[in-house]
């Protein structure tokens, strides 16, 4: 990153933005993901690196690029969210080096309140449980709170 960042160069950096979604889509595809631990730990991987090109640099992920939503809503659908949850977590947890993407930015809240959400989903596994819960704690953000957010609407 802080090569690119050295370098300069606009193509050079939306180049690398664009082969980040496109390897984080493929992976998220491809069936391995919802067995193979090493998948998931590489689109683990390729989601920290995508909050750090992005969010953690205050540049948006576009829905068109990729919506974070509705991957989230598609992955119970699925039954990827083994996979799924992780990297979005890993995504906004770069949010604690924004100046931007932190709370009350509509963008994470709605985020958030949609990981609260699913963290109450009755037979979730323990795992997904504990990324909720792991994202929230990184980005110092209370679960009562957001929870709190969601009563309101």
Request: proline letters at 4%; a positive charge.
């Amino acid at each position: 990153l802080t090569l690119i960042e050295k370098v300069g160069e606009k193509e050079l950096d939306h180049l690398v933005l664009q082969t980040t979604y496109c390897c984080a889509k493929a992976l998220m595809a491809s069936d391995k993901v919802k067995s193979s631990a090493s998948e998931r730990s590489l689109l683990k991987n390729i989601g920290s690196w995508l909050g750090h090109l992005t969010i953690a640099r205050n540049k948006p992920i576009l829905a068109r690029n990729l919506d974070l939503k509705d991957l989230l809503f598609d992955s119970l659908a699925t039954g990827r969210m083994i996979a799924v949850v992780p990297f979005v977590a890993k995504i906004l947890e770069q949010s604690c080096q924004s100046k931007v993407f932190r709370p009350p930015n509509p963008w994470l809240m709605g985020l958030l309140m949609l990981f609260v959400e699913i963290h109450q989903l009755p037979d979730l596994k323990l795992t997904l449980k504990f990324e909720v819960e792991v994202l929230l704690k990184n980005i110092s953000v209370d679960m009562n709170d957001v929870q709190q957010l969601i009563a309101q609407k």
